[in-house]
């Protein structure tokens, strides 16, 4: 009989709730076994209810404390080094590369963190027009963001597939296969950080069992596939999510300006310029 080491749940509106079907799959690294939740239909309806409550939450929140609370979640990295780093070891990697994965994964986050305030500036823009008006280009984060993230054994990896959306303003469903247990340890830290309940939960599970519930689903806004998938699923998430107009991108980029556009929509405001 194999020994479990511990037994994971989902992180879901600043909870860690089990799985409403009650069923986990097995992970195994160096030889020690890992449960973690199969979640259901069920859990990703209650995710996204969580995840719109955390996306009106998050969006109160200042530029400037957005910084803030980005910064304390690498903050709260650095405190955890070592755990991060045996299980990374525990997943294959060498003493060396598990080092290097933390520190880019702490890195990118302060990245981010400098652009949670600088990013609406960068990207919106004063328009010329024929008139006495100002025409400026305003940008808004999207809403509820489903992230299907890379299998890759990487801290930094993981944090590169939810920080482009969070940045902006987006909540986010981070949903994770084979990597489920790095996934479900860095709920904890997201737990003791400053970051809004539902602004980021972590759910863990097969994604070809809900593939069809999470790309018919109205409320989720975008759906950003990390992880390569058989064309087959493309083409369906493609014609289901085309029923709700919810935005899909398959690989987008994870760093620089570039990756935050995915997950902004752009308002036009007209204003008469006065003299």
């Given at each position: 009989?194999?020994?479990?080491?511990?037994?994971?749940?989902?992180?879901?509106?600043?909870?860690?709730?089990?799985?409403?079907?009650?069923?986990?799959?097995?992970i195994?690294?160096?030889?020690?076994?890992?449960?973690v939740?199969?979640t259901?239909?069920?859990?990703?309806?209650?995710a996204?209810?969580?995840?719109?409550?955390?996306?009106?939450?998050?969006?109160?929140?200042?530029?400037?404390?957005?910084?803030?609370?980005?910064?304390?979640?690498?903050?709260?990295?650095?405190?955890?080094?070592?755990?991060?780093?045996?299980?990374?070891?525990?997943?294959?990697?060498?003493?060396?590369k598990?080092?290097?994965?933390?520190?880019?994964?702490?890195?990118?986050?302060?990245?981010?963190a400098?652009?949670?305030?600088k990013?609406?500036?960068?990207?919106?823009?004063?328009?010329?027009?024929?008139?006495?008006?100002?025409?400026?280009?305003?940008?808004?984060?999207?809403g509820?963001?489903?992230?299907l993230?890379?299998?890759?054994?990487?801290?930094n990896?993981?944090?590169?597939?939810?920080?482009?959306?969070?940045?902006?303003?987006?909540?986010?469903?981070?949903?994770?296969?084979?990597?489920?247990v790095?996934?479900?340890?860095l709920?904890?830290?997201?737990?003791?950080?400053?970051?809004?309940?539902?602004?980021?939960n972590?759910l863990?599970?097969?994604f070809?069992?809900?593939?069809?519930?999470?790309?018919?689903h109205?409320?989720?806004?975008?759906?950003?596939?990390?992880?390569?998938?058989?064309?087959?699923?493309?083409?369906?998430?493609?014609?289901n999510?085309?029923?709700?107009?919810?935005?899909?991108?398959?690989?987008?980029?994870?760093m620089?300006?570039?990756?935050?556009?995915?997950f902004?929509?752009?308002?036009?405001?007209?204003?008469?310029?006065?003299?």
């Amino acid at each position: 009989m194999n020994e479990i080491k511990k037994t994971y749940k989902n992180y879901v509106g600043g909870k860690y709730v089990r799985s409403e079907s009650g069923k986990t799959f097995r992970i195994e690294l160096k030889n020690e076994f890992y449960e973690v939740p199969l979640t259901s239909r069920k859990d990703i309806r209650d995710a996204v209810v969580a995840a719109k409550k955390g996306h009106t939450a998050w969006q109160k929140l200042s530029p400037y404390n957005k910084t803030q609370v980005l910064y304390r979640l690498s903050e709260m990295l650095e405190g955890n080094f070592e755990t991060y780093q045996q299980l990374l070891q525990d997943a294959g990697l060498t003493k060396a590369k598990a080092k290097e994965d933390i520190h880019k994964a702490v890195d990118s986050i302060i990245w981010y963190a400098g652009m949670a305030d600088k990013w609406e500036q960068m990207t919106g823009n004063l328009n010329p027009v024929a008139g006495d008006f100002f025409n400026i280009s305003h940008q808004e984060s999207l809403g509820v963001v489903f992230t299907l993230n890379s299998n890759t054994q990487s801290l930094n990896s993981l944090l590169l597939n939810m920080l482009p959306a969070l940045t902006v303003g987006c909540s986010v469903i981070s949903f994770n296969e084979e990597n489920s247990v790095l996934a479900l340890k860095l709920a904890e830290d997201i737990n003791n950080s400053d970051l809004p309940g539902g602004a980021l939960n972590i759910l863990s599970g097969k994604f070809e069992l809900l593939i069809e519930d999470i790309s018919n689903h109205v409320e989720i806004t975008a759906m950003a596939i990390y992880k390569e998938i058989h064309n087959d699923q493309k083409t369906m998430i493609k014609e289901n999510a085309s029923k709700s107009l919810k935005r899909i991108f398959i690989n987008p980029p994870t760093m620089g300006l570039e990756a935050l556009f995915p997950f902004i929509e752009t308002k036009t405001v007209w204003h008469p310029k006065g003299r």
